[in-house]
Nanobody
């Protein structure tokens, strides 16, 4: 299983970015997926997750109302993270995670089986 994340970059505060994560090597729609982020010297932090069907979502309070996750189970095997009204404190390396089984804890990184390589997001004030 491989996860390829893309879409990171630099943006000014208040701007938007969309991250993508494409999964290959397994049946995409069988598992939930999530996004985490990490800054140097800190633990990896949960951001948002989506269920296998796309019908369930769980969002960290720090990004609620600004970040939105979606997935395309049909042709693209891709999960997206739309990030709006970005703040400097959103600066981090963002990781997509895969393999969340039904009934697992959304925000627990140990519940995810596979990880992407990370993509840097930098928000300047």
């Amino acid at each position: 299983v491989q996860l390829q994340a893309s879409g990171g970059g630099s943006v000014q505060a208040g701007g938007s970015l969309r991250l993508s994560c494409t999964v290959s090597g397994r049946t995409f729609s069988n598992y939930g997926m999530g996004w985490f982020r990490q800054v140097p010297g800190k633990e990896r932090e949960f951001v948002v997750a989506v269920s296998w069907s796309g019908g369930g979502r769980y969002t960290a309070d720090s990004v609620k109302g600004r970040f939105f996750i979606s997935r395309d189970n049909n042709n693209k095997n891709t999960v997206y993270l739309q990030m709006n009204r970005l703040k400097p404190e959103d600066t981090a390396v963002y990781y997509c995670a895969d393999g969340l089984r039904y009934g697992s804890r959304w925000s627990d990184e140990s519940e995810y089986q596979y990880w992407g390589q990370g993509t840097q997001v930098t928000v300047s004030s």
